[in-house]
């Protein structure tokens, strides 16, 4: 199988050429909801963008790259919430906290939902995934320091573990949603995932 030319080729430095790659980014992801990931080119996207397929290059050797660091952002935001919302753990009853940070993350607005789908089904289900690794590890140290912050309110003997067990089944139940059954990505869903979890934490 061909390696997926996935990793960037270099970060923008001046201003100009970091103006060129948020313009490329921005394209890409309306070309990629629009004409679908399959038929999305690095053509395509650079025209969109305004700039040449050659200036796109200096920068991503493919669209998966571009795809990539689209999901790249997306997580990095993704982590600021998730840390600024469960630093509240120790103040605040932790069932809340739990729920708005589920409801954030099946709602999540920094990013489109149709490319959320895109993102998730050529990035974290192909090889390119090796290049963003280390996300859910992050999660888990987050959550692993919420439940330390909580630990008055909640029953449980091994934090890190919970928190793997919670970070892993989370995630893969909002990808199902967001991907493969959206019909299912409604607030009844984060109240049931809310349950879930308070459960398995016997938070009180």
Avoid: C, W
Avoid at 69 to 90: K, P, T, W
Avoid at 99 to 123: D, F, G, Y
Avoid at 155 to 175: M, P, T
Wanted: overall charge positive; aromatic content about 6%.
């Amino acid at each position: 199988m061909a390696r997926i030319r996935a990793k960037p080729r270099k970060n923008p430095r001046q201003e100009r050429s970091q103006a060129m790659v948020e313009a490329v980014l921005e394209a890409a992801a309306r070309v990629f909801v629009k004409e679908g990931y399959a038929r999305a080119t690095t053509n395509r996207i650079a025209i969109a963008a305004g700039v040449s397929v050659g200036s796109l290059y200096q920068y991503f050797p493919s669209k998966d790259a571009i795809a990539v660091e689209l999901l790249r952002r997306y997580r990095e935001s993704l982590l600021e919430i998730v840390a600024q919302r469960l630093a509240r753990a120790g103040e605040v009853p932790f069932e809340k906290v739990v729920a708005e940070l589920l409801t954030m993350l099946l709602k999540h607005q920094a990013i489109n939902p149709a490319l959320h789908r895109v993102l998730i089904e050529q990035v974290l289900r192909t090889g390119a995934r090796r290049e963003i690794l280390g996300f859910e590890e992050k999660l888990e140290a987050h959550l692993t320091s919420a439940l330390h912050a909580a630990k008055s309110r909640v029953k449980v003997d091994d934090y890190e573990l919970a928190s793997f067990v919670l970070v892993r089944v989370v995630l893969a139940v909002v990808h199902a949603a967001v991907v493969d059954s959206p019909r299912y990505n409604t607030p009844a869903l984060a109240r049931e995932l809310t349950r879930l979890v308070v459960g398995y934490v016997g938070s009180n």
